[in-house]
């Protein structure tokens, strides 16, 4: 059961690193670093809006309206750290 723990443990991990990935790209496309015309940049940023925007979109009907202040990535990763502690407290349930 301790394997099922590590697994469940590295999805959450990947999970943000995901998103990590997309705030800072956001960042970079914003203040033009990135240009998304660029096709390999464009790929990228299309494949990680598809794969976030169903989690951010349900995060988003919550919040209230910040005025262009998105805060649905910051939610998403309180939610992944908290998951995150409760499996490493309920731990011995996976021996």
């Known amino acids: 059961m301790i394997s099922l723990f590590q697994i469940l443990m590295l999805i959450l991990d990947i999970a943000k690193f995901i998103i990590f990935v997309h705030i800072i790209m956001s960042w970079l496309i914003n203040f033009e670093v990135l ?8 790929q990228i ?4 809006s598809r794969l976030l925007e169903p989690i951010y979109s349900q995060v988003r009907r919550i919040l209230p309206s ?10 998403v ?6 998951l995150q502690i409760v499996l490493r407290n309920n731990m011995v349930a996976f021996y």
């Open 77 to 82: 990763l309180v939610a992944i750290y908290a």
């Open 35 to 42: 240009n998304l015309r660029q096709p390999l940049v464009g």
């Open 45 to 48: 940023w299309d494949g990680l």
């Open 66 to 75: 910040m005025g262009g202040l998105d805060l649905a990535p910051l939610i």
